[in-house]
């Protein structure tokens, strides 16, 4: 799949699809990159253009050259991409807006207009690929580049190009630049409201899957058990009750039925421990995740390679997940890449651990790869511990997986940073920068998590400081040389200042859609005065035009979002054509000094604003998946525990009896044949054995999965646990029948755990309730007549914890009400949508 020579320099601009099952963020950064990549090219194929029909100036060429430098950064980012390297690709692409913008500047100012907007753009593209750390240091980086690039265009004298070129292609120049770059800043702020909603609807989706999965996977290993071993220990408990009968009428024939038991009894040892294996596989809690790997790609039906470098011992939850994900990756090209397939794993440690699965098979179309369930679980595994898989493929191009467990999540897991990552103390420094800022911003808003309705607030208070600022210097300056401009520009800025006050009586009064709406209209109303009044104010209003749809992102919905991208890009056009056709009021003929003072103090203010804007937005993209991302991972986490704890079950209690039993079958064969006599009390032994495991494994076997459940119902199923409670357990239904699988197995195991919370801790005098009741939906009421405890401890148990991710991922609620000496009650219900759906 690895291309070479001139074919690979095409590969990202035409390549085959990069899939991020459940939200293809990849490809989005791919298509954001190449149309910036688009423009560039137009950009400079206009300026070659100019330089080839109206003046051949050396400059011109300078700026193509270093837009082609651009294009090539741009390219790189997008091989990155495809290479899974998405932060080094936003980095590529950050550096080539910041040195391209900075350096056309400082040949022709009056680009400057143009490429502020340019220089916010990447940390828009970040939010969503970025951990707080990293987005914080491209923060301090875009203020510190876009601070750069305010003073060199309001400072240096360029080339003197403007006076060469003539004023209209200059115009031109910017009248279609600026509304396409604002074009891109509102697509990526589109991207990022997006993702707010699709990012906690697809960890919904996934903690819905997890849960069926880790119920299928109970179902699966409850038949086996079932199926194999409990069949071969009935039937070995059959042949001993045999051999024990024919030692007194025919001797003869007890010794081959003896040969026979001995070996079926290791047939099904060998079978149980092939299934405790699959279960946990002991290599993994003893070596861990590289032995375990090599040990399965051993077993494996097709030839498979594992490779590792710089990999050592994980926390389970991290080792578990990973294996089970290049499990289910290897059993899909056993079924589905051909028989002359080969794979090859590779595990490596560095910037967090990653892995690669390469099979030669037969590939795919990617379409099919969004519906595979394996693909699906796989991405949800990952996803729970903080990952992310990507998915290369082709028909007859094999297919390629990369998981990539970022160093925050290892860390955050309990793993110790290795070694210093190249361009930390860069990223620290940068880090500190941005948090100064975000410290005086947040300070003039008296608030580091305000409501919405503060930020339109001091964004409005801001408009009002600059409008009496303005003011103020207008009103100083016509009583010095009586301009009438400068009147009539004070006379603006007292409007605006009215306007202000109006909007900010009506904003605390009414929605926060509309509030937002209002806001827009004032901000952008507000840009295109100051820009007709003032021209060299366009690099501050472009910011400003911008700042609503920042604003938006996290709180309007889908279509009035569309609506103020419309009239954030008609703004933009507007501004633009009043910065670069209107007159202004004169303001240019003030000293360079104080234009460019203001012009300066204006952006940076307005990429201030703009730039904590984009970090609210990536804090609020974090914080609205972290509680069900939690949730995912507490559900992962339990059922690796229920998996650890079968298998140990397993392993120490009907394996070590099958063994025993075996054991003693050899013994008795051998009785047999030096004294008979001797071989009644072995057999009697060996019947015992054989009952008691056949007992573990059956009880074993329904606590995985109650079968009376499946067949009769969460009535019969809840009836049944109850009478082996240890406290007296009533159960009354009304109007209950079947519901689909993971609805019943969902609240049987809910009430299960309360249940058994209740024989622990409710004290030994308690009794318990459980009331069913089909009313607008599924409902349960558990109360027990225990001690009750204060409702703050019982929310920190993880039985209760459990219990709350059962019931959110089939779509219900739980409530609970207890206090000390009053016992303990919970609600749940499950609204008749929830399993409609399901079935």
């Given at each position: 799949?690895e291309?070479r020579?001139?074919r690979?320099v095409?590969t990202?601009?035409?390549?085959?699809?990069?899939?991020?099952?459940?939200?293809?963020?990849?490809e989005?950064?791919?298509?954001y990159i190449q149309?910036?990549?688009?423009?560039?090219v137009?950009?400079?194929?206009?300026?070659?253009?100019?330089w080839?029909?109206?003046?051949?100036?050396?400059?011109?060429?300078?700026?193509?050259?270093?837009?082609l430098?651009?294009?090539?950064?741009?390219l790189?980012?997008?091989?990155?991409?495809h290479?899974?390297?998405?932060?080094?690709?936003?980095?590529?692409?950050a550096?080539s807006?910041?040195?391209?913008?900075v350096a056309v500047?400082?040949?022709v100012?009056?680009?400057l207009?143009?490429?502020?907007?340019a220089?916010?753009?990447p940390v828009?593209?970040?939010?969503?690929h970025?951990?707080?750390?990293?987005?914080?240091?491209?923060l301090?980086a875009?203020?510190?580049?876009?601070t750069?690039?305010?003073?060199?265009?309001?400072?240096?004298p360029g080339?003197?190009?403007?006076?060469l070129?003539p004023?209209?292609v200059?115009d031109?120049l910017?009248?279609?630049f600026?509304?396409?770059?604002t074009?891109l800043?509102s697509?990526?702020a589109?991207q990022?409201?997006?993702?707010?909603?699709?990012?906690?609807?697809?960890?919904?989706?996934?903690?819905?899957?997890?849960?069926a999965?880790?119920d299928?996977?109970?179902?699966?290993?409850e038949?086996?058990?079932?199926?194999?071993?409990?069949?071969?220990?009935?039937?070995?408990?059959?042949?001993?009750?045999?051999?024990?009968c024919?030692l007194?009428?025919?001797p003869?024939r007890?010794?081959?039925l003896l040969?026979r038991?001995s070996?079926?009894l290791q047939?099904?040892?060998?079978?149980?421990r092939g299934?405790?294996?699959?279960?946990?596989?002991?290599?993994?809690?003893?070596?861990?995740?590289?032995?375990?790997?090599?040990a399965?790609?051993?077993?494996?039906?097709i030839p498979?390679q594992?490779?590792a470098?710089?990999?050592?011992r994980?926390?389970?939850?991290i080792e578990i997940?990973?294996y089970f994900?290049?499990?289910?990756?290897l059993?899909?090209?056993?079924?589905?890449?051909?028989?002359?397939?080969t794979a090859?794993i590779?595990?490596q440690?560095?910037?967090g651990?990653?892995f690669?699965f390469?099979d030669?098979?037969?590939?795919c179309h990617?379409?099919?790869?969004?519906?595979g369930t394996?693909m699906?679980n796989m991405n949800?595994?990952?996803?729970?511990?903080?990952g992310t898989?990507?998915?290369?493929?082709?028909?007859?191009g094999?297919?390629r997986?990369h998981?990539?467990?970022?160093?925050?999540?290892?860390?955050s897991?309990g793993?110790?940073?290795?070694?210093?990552?190249?361009?930390g103390?860069?990223?620290?420094?940068?880090?500190?920068?941005w948090?100064?800022?975000?410290?005086l911003?947040t300070?003039l808003?008296r608030s580091t998590?305000?409501h919405?309705?503060?930020?339109?607030v001091t964004?409005l208070?801001?408009?009002m400081g600059?409008?009496?600022g303005?003011?103020a210097?207008?009103?100083?300056a016509?009583?010095?040389?009586?301009?009438?401009w400068?009147?009539?520009?004070?006379g603006?800025?007292?409007t605006?200042i009215l306007?202000?006050?109006a909007a900010l009586?009506?904003?605390?009064?009414?929605?926060?859609?509309?509030?937002?709406?209002l806001?827009?209209?004032?901000t952008?109303?507000?840009?295109?005065t100051?820009t007709?009044?003032?021209?060299a104010?366009?690099p501050?209003a472009?910011?400003?035009?911008?700042?609503?749809?920042?604003?938006?992102v996290?709180?309007?919905?889908r279509r009035?979002?569309?609506?103020v991208m419309?009239g954030?890009?008609?703004?933009?056009?507007?501004?633009t054509?009043?910065?670069r056709?209107?007159?202004g009021?004169?303001?240019e003929?003030?000293?360079?000094w104080?234009?460019?003072?203001?012009v300066?103090?204006?952006?940076?203010l307005g990429?201030?604003r703009?730039?904590y804007?984009?970090w609210?937005?990536?804090?609020?993209?974090v914080?609205?998946?972290?509680a069900?991302?939690?949730?995912r991972?507490?559900l992962?986490?339990?059922?690796?525990?229920?998996?650890r704890?079968i298998?140990r079950?397993?392993?120490?209690?009907?394996?070590?009896?099958?063994?025993?039993?075996?054991?003693?079958?050899?013994v008795?064969?051998r009785l047999?044949?030096t004294d008979p006599?001797?071989?009644v009390?072995?057999?009697g032994?060996?019947?015992r054995?054989?009952?008691e495991?056949?007992?573990e494994?059956?009880?074993?076997a329904?606590?995985?999965y109650?079968?009376q459940l499946?067949?009769s119902g969460l009535?019969?199923a809840?009836?049944?646990?109850a009478?082996?409670?240890?406290?007296?357990?009533?159960?009354?239904?009304?109007?209950?029948?079947?519901y689909?699988?993971?609805?019943e197995?969902?609240?049987?195991f809910?009430?299960?755990?309360?249940?058994?919370?209740?024989?622990?801790?409710?004290?030994?005098?308690?009794?318990?309730t459980?009331?069913?009741?089909?009313?607008?939906?599924?409902?349960?009421d558990?109360?027990?007549?225990?001690?009750?405890?204060?409702p703050?401890?019982i929310?920190t148990?993880?039985g209760i914890?459990?219990m709350?991710?059962r019931?959110?991922?089939?779509?219900?609620s739980?409530?609970?009400e207890?206090?000390?000496g009053?016992g303990?009650?919970?609600?749940?219900?499950i609204?008749?949508?929830a399993?409609?759906?399901?079935g």
């Amino acid at each position: 799949m690895e291309r070479r020579g001139a074919r690979r320099v095409l590969t990202g601009l035409r390549g085959h699809e990069i899939i991020e099952i459940g939200a293809p963020e990849w490809e989005r950064l791919r298509t954001y990159i190449q149309a910036d990549l688009i423009g560039v090219v137009v950009a400079a194929v206009w300026i070659a253009a100019l330089w080839v029909g109206v003046r051949r100036e050396g400059w011109l060429l300078v700026i193509v050259a270093l837009l082609l430098t651009m294009a090539a950064f741009l390219l790189r980012a997008i091989h990155l991409i495809h290479s899974y390297r998405r932060f080094a690709a936003v980095v590529v692409f950050a550096l080539s807006n910041w040195i391209v913008a900075v350096a056309v500047t400082s040949v022709v100012p009056f680009a400057l207009a143009t490429l502020t907007l340019a220089v916010l753009l990447p940390v828009l593209v970040a939010v969503q690929h970025m951990n707080h750390e990293r987005l914080s240091a491209m923060l301090g980086a875009t203020m510190l580049v876009g601070t750069v690039l305010v003073v060199v265009g309001s400072l240096t004298p360029g080339v003197g190009l403007e006076r060469l070129v003539p004023k209209s292609v200059a115009d031109a120049l910017a009248i279609v630049f600026i509304p396409f770059i604002t074009i891109l800043v509102s697509l990526a702020a589109w991207q990022n409201h997006g993702m707010l909603v699709a990012r906690a609807e697809a960890l919904r989706e996934s903690r819905a899957r997890l849960v069926a999965a880790a119920d299928r996977e109970r179902c699966r290993i409850e038949r086996n058990l079932h199926e194999g071993a409990q069949q071969r220990l009935a039937a070995a408990a059959e042949q001993a009750r045999q051999a024990r009968c024919l030692l007194d009428d025919d001797p003869g024939r007890a010794g081959p039925l003896l040969s026979r038991l001995s070996d079926d009894l290791q047939e099904a040892s060998a079978e149980l421990r092939g299934l405790a294996h699959g279960i946990y596989p002991p290599q993994l809690g003893q070596y861990g995740l590289e032995t375990a790997l090599r040990a399965a790609a051993q077993h494996a039906p097709i030839p498979t390679q594992v490779h590792a470098t710089g990999v050592g011992r994980y926390p389970p939850e991290i080792e578990i997940n990973i294996y089970f994900c290049l499990l289910e990756a290897l059993r899909n090209a056993i079924k589905h890449a051909g028989e002359q397939a080969t794979a090859v794993i590779t595990l490596q440690d560095r910037n967090g651990l990653s892995f690669d699965f390469r099979d030669t098979g037969v590939g795919c179309h990617p379409d099919v790869v969004h519906h595979g369930t394996g693909m699906i679980n796989m991405n949800d595994r990952l996803g729970a511990i903080g990952g992310t898989l990507t998915i290369d493929t082709r028909p007859g191009g094999g297919l390629r997986l990369h998981g990539h467990l970022p160093r925050s999540a290892l860390e955050s897991a309990g793993v110790e940073r290795s070694r210093q990552e190249r361009g930390g103390a860069l990223r620290d420094a940068l880090h500190a920068v941005w948090h100064l800022i975000a410290r005086l911003y947040t300070s003039l808003q008296r608030s580091t998590h305000p409501h919405p309705h503060q930020y339109i607030v001091t964004g409005l208070w801001a408009i009002m400081g600059v409008a009496l600022g303005a003011g103020a210097v207008a009103t100083a300056a016509f009583t010095g040389v009586h301009k009438l401009w400068l009147l009539a520009l004070a006379g603006g800025c007292v409007t605006v200042i009215l306007l202000v006050m109006a909007a900010l009586r009506v904003v605390k009064r009414h929605r926060i859609d509309h509030a937002i709406g209002l806001s827009a209209g004032i901000t952008w109303g507000y840009a295109l005065t100051l820009t007709a009044l003032i021209p060299a104010a366009l690099p501050y209003a472009t910011l400003v035009c911008v700042s609503p749809v920042l604003l938006s992102v996290a709180f309007l919905p889908r279509r009035r979002f569309k609506v103020v991208m419309g009239g954030t890009v008609a703004a933009a056009v507007a501004v633009t054509l009043a910065g670069r056709l209107a007159s202004g009021a004169g303001f240019e003929n003030a000293p360079r000094w104080l234009v460019a003072t203001v012009v300066i103090a204006l952006v940076v203010l307005g990429l201030t604003r703009a730039s904590y804007l984009a970090w609210h937005n990536h804090v609020l993209l974090v914080a609205r998946a972290e509680a069900l991302q939690e949730s995912r991972a507490r559900l992962v986490a339990a059922a690796d525990r229920e998996r650890r704890q079968i298998e140990r079950n397993l392993h120490d209690g009907a394996q070590q009896r099958l063994v025993a039993a075996a054991v003693q079958s050899r013994v008795a064969q051998r009785l047999m044949e030096t004294d008979p006599a001797q071989a009644v009390p072995v057999l009697g032994q060996l019947s015992r054995d054989l009952s008691e495991a056949q007992a573990e494994l059956r009880d074993l076997a329904h606590g995985i999965y109650p079968p009376q459940l499946a067949e009769s119902g969460l009535e019969v199923a809840l009836r049944t646990a109850a009478q082996h409670a240890p406290i007296p357990t009533e159960v009354r239904a009304t109007g209950v029948g079947r519901y689909p699988p993971e609805i019943e197995i969902n609240i049987y195991f809910c009430l299960l755990e309360a249940l058994q919370n209740a024989s622990k801790h409710a004290g030994e005098r308690a009794a318990v309730t459980i009331d069913l009741r089909e009313r607008d939906g599924l409902c349960f009421d558990f109360a027990d007549t225990g001690i009750g405890c204060h409702p703050a401890l019982i929310r920190t148990g993880h039985g209760i914890t459990n219990m709350y991710d059962r019931l959110g991922a089939i779509g219900g609620s739980l409530t609970i009400e207890t206090s000390p000496g009053a016992g303990l009650r919970l609600n749940g219900h499950i609204p008749a949508s929830a399993y409609r759906d399901a079935g």
